[in-house]
């Protein structure tokens, strides 16, 4: 777990196209892989997770796809809609540590 | 099923105050508690977190302290606030660290 890069910070989509945001961490012993979503003045729910036995988790409009080798790991938002605007926290967790940090969050606006 | 409360929702405080955030997680035992701070548009900061009752971790030294007294019960202090505490600050509980977090509603916390 521990350390994650996330990118980009903010990232602007028009409605109905995707929307992709990545994270990137360096522990090789990481094996769970959450992604949260904090609307304004709320607090972050879980949105959808993948372990490391996984390379791909989709639901809905949600996908999620791992890279292990790479050790990165990406959100995939297809066909935004304006209540998807929000900030998106990834995590990368496990190898021991009790931490639970999250990447520094990424602020998405679909304009409609 | 499991819930999780967090009080005050909004809190404005004098600089040199003191604080006191509470925590409490109902409908399991030994959970990972975590208290985080996020400042305006920014990401989440963890400030503290515990593995069981009397343990506490901090992450980041500053101007707060932490206390477990109970399973299920986490208090975030301070002896003084000083402006730079302001912010949104979050109690979550996980049952594992490499499970999903739940957050509580959040304290937002003015200090003036």
């Known amino acids: 777990g521990e350390n994650v890069e996330q990118h980009p910070s903010t990232l602007s989509v028009q409605e109905g196209d995707s929307a992709v945001i990545k994270c990137t961490y360096s522990?090789?012993?990481?094996?769970?892989f959450p992604w949260y979503k904090q609307e304004l003045g709320k607090r972050p729910q879980l949105i959808i997770d993948i372990r490391s036995n996984v390379g791909e988790k989709k639901d809905q409009r949600i996908a999620v796809t791992l890279n292990k080798t790479a050790k990165h790991f990406s959100l995939h938002i297809t066909e935004t809609q304006p209540e998807d605007s929000a900030v998106y926290f990834c995590a990368a967790l496990g190898g021991g540590t009790y931490k639970y940090i999250f990447g520094t969050g990424t602020r998405l606006k679909v304009l409609a | 099923s499991q819930t999780i409360h967090q009080w005050p929702a909004t809190l404005v405080q004098p600089v040199g105050s003191p604080l006191s955030l509470e925590c409490t997680v109902e409908g399991t035992s030994n959970p990972n508690l975590y208290w985080y701070r996020q400042a305006a548009g920014r990401g989440l900061q963890l400030l503290f977190y515990?593995?069981?009752?009397?343990?506490i971790s901090s992450e980041v030294p500053q101007n707060l302290s932490a206390s477990r007294p109970q399973d299920r019960q986490f208090i975030l202090s301070s002896k003084k606030l000083l402006l730079s505490d302001s912010g949104f600050y979050l109690c979550?509980?996980?049952?594992?660290?490499?499970?999903?977090?739940?957050f509580g509603q959040g304290t937002r916390l003015t200090v003036v």
């Open positions: 515990s593995v069981g009752i009397g343990q």
């Open positions: 979550a509980w996980s049952p594992s660290p490499e499970t999903e977090a739940f």
């Open positions: 522990d090789s012993a990481s094996n769970y």
